[in-house]
T-cell receptor, first 112, second 118 residues
């Protein structure tokens, strides 16, 4: 079945540092890939998406590229801000449906 | 536009009591999802509905959990009897109908209900 694996553990970094969160997936066919973000005390919200191989999703300075050859969708941001502190979830859905498979999430803490 | 509405936002109850969580999806959306989030297990899909019909309830932990969607604008998740291990944040999410040529649809999450069972 479909599944998503995110790197273990929280990520703590200083303001303006470079952020990378790894995400790899297992799926049949041609899944769509997502990053969701959860700010403290809130529900999840879509950050960015990519629906086919080599697509790059981007939003709010974050980027992720759909790499079919490595089954990866790593999230990057060149210069993080304190306001980026949140939990980030990688997710996928199979073609033609809207049920999501989520990774376990990564807590990101940005220190001023 | 109003987003997904959940109530209550916080619920504290004692073991053995019945708990009912409520969700109003975004108007016009035809899919609804119930999730549970804990530190230990992360985000788990409990059940989802398409057009008010339960499609997959394999994530419902046990018979103490039940969910209904009597109409397109309302769903409930009930726990009876509740136990301390049910303490978690419960999210409801909705998504619109898959349109022709669109391979996916975004899920829109509510703010969650934080349940504490003592």
């Amino acid at each position: 079945g479909n599944s998503v694996t995110q790197m273990e553990g929280p990520v703590t970094l200083s303001e303006e540092a470079f952020l990378t969160i790894n995400c790899t997936y297992t799926a049949t066919g041609y899944p769509s890939l997502f990053w969701y973000v959860q700010y403290p005390g809130e529900g999840l919200q879509l950050l960015l998406k990519a629906t086919k191989a080599d697509d790059k999703g981007s939003n709010k300075g974050f980027e992720a590229t759909y790499r079919k050859e490595t089954t990866s969708f790593h999230l990057e941001k060149g210069s993080v801000q304190v306001s980026d502190s949140a939990v980030y979830f990688c997710a996928l859905t199979g073609y033609g449906n809207n049920r999501l498979a989520f990774g376990k999430g990564n807590q990101v803490v940005v220190i001023p | 536009d109003a987003g997904v509405i959940q109530s209550p936002r916080h619920e504290v109850t004692e073991m053995g009591q019945e708990v009912t969580l409520r969700c109003k999806p975004i108007s016009g959306h035809n899919s609804l999802f119930w999730y549970r989030q804990t530190m230990m297990r992360g985000l788990e899909l409990l059940i989802y509905f398409n057009n008010n019909v339960p499609i997959d309830d394999s994530g419902m932990p046990e018979d103490r959990f039940s969910a209904k969607m009597p109409n397109a604008s309302f769903s409930t998740l009930k726990i009876q009897p509740s136990e301390p291990r049910d303490s978690a944040v419960y999210f409801c999410a909705s998504s619109p109908r898959l349109a022709g040529g669109n391979p996916y649809n975004e899920q829109f999450f509510g703010p969650g209900t934080r349940l504490t069972v003592l």
